[in-house]
């Protein structure tokens, strides 16, 4: 089981431009087979910053997901309202380790 870690910096403009298109990958990504949770973080003191926890089952629902519609959609959308490119950082899931406790 993998989670990745995504960090976005957004152009303050553009926050809840970011936040209604990024509901949208959200809302759809929970429905995607592989995944475990798909959890989008703003950040407590910096509005501007955001955190994506993607939780999937295996490298190949990760590679899956990147290829759906709603992604590149949004994938799309936010290209330009960032401030500096997004950063994913992998991990791999030490526990819970049984599917069900997700």
């Not at 995944?35 to 295996?58: C, G, H, M, V």
Request: proline residues 4%; aromatic residues 14%; without cysteine.
């Amino acid at each position: 089981m993998i989670v990745t870690l995504v960090h976005i910096w957004v152009k303050e403009i553009f926050i809840q431009d970011f936040i209604a298109a990024s509901f949208e990958n959200h809302k759809h990504s929970l429905n995607e087979p592989g995944n475990l949770r798909f959890d989008i973080l703003q950040d407590a003191d910096d509005p501007a910053k955001f955190t994506f926890y993607e939780a999937y089952e295996s490298g190949e629902a990760v590679a899956a997901h990147k290829n759906t519609a709603h992604y590149l959609k949004w994938k799309d959308a936010v290209s330009g309202w960032m401030a500096k490119p997004r950063q994913g950082i992998r991990h791999n899931i030490i526990f819970p380790a049984e599917k069900t406790a997700w």
